[in-house]
């Protein structure tokens, strides 16, 4: 009987003990940081209006990509639109509207809309974005307004000095 209990006894020190989590290597916690990769030069050329941008390294499947566009300059601070992103002729019918999907390797980018080669190359050419990406991890947090740049920066915590540039 001591016998059982004392295997009894084991089994249980064995099945109860804590687990113990290893963080990432070097310390530092690379599956809950906000990352933003930003894309200079970007050009949508005739052929089919789109645009791959490569990340520099993966990302995992459950986080989440905000793509946003360079749209101006407002008294001297950036404008940036998150896409989709939609332009209007007078008339109400669509003139070109930025879209994209992504992957864990890229986003794509691309131009949709009525008669391409005739839109103004200031909307096709030289065109700067930013992709943010956000962890799994961040989707209980408080909500953040995802339409404001400078809002989801400050929400998720980015140090904008740490933002990757990348030139295509």
Not at 129 to 158: C, L, Q, S, T, W
Request: glycine content about 6%; overall charge negative; aromatic content about 14%.
């Amino acid at each position: 009987m001591k016998k059982i209990t004392l295997v009894l006894a084991f089994i249980g020190m064995i099945t109860l003990q804590s687990c113990t989590v290893n963080e990432d290597n070097n310390g530092i916690d690379n599956d809950t940081i906000s990352q933003v990769f930003e894309y200079s030069n970007v050009n949508f050329v005739p052929n089919n209006y789109s645009v791959v941008l490569t990340f520099p390294r993966p990302i995992f499947n459950s986080d989440m990509a905000l793509v946003y566009r360079l749209s101006g300059v407002f008294q001297g601070e950036d404008v940036w639109k998150l896409l989709p992103e939609t332009y209007f002729f007078p008339d109400g019918t669509l003139d070109l509207r930025y879209d994209f999907d992504f992957t864990r390797f890229d986003t794509q980018v691309f131009l949709e809309g009525f008669n391409l080669p005739s839109v103004n190359p200031n909307f096709r050419l030289n065109q700067v974005f930013r992709v943010v990406v956000i962890p799994v991890f961040f989707g209980n947090k408080k909500p953040i307004n995802h339409e404001d740049y400078n809002a989801v920066i400050e929400g998720y915590g980015i140090d904008e000095s740490k933002i990757v540039k990348m030139k295509l």
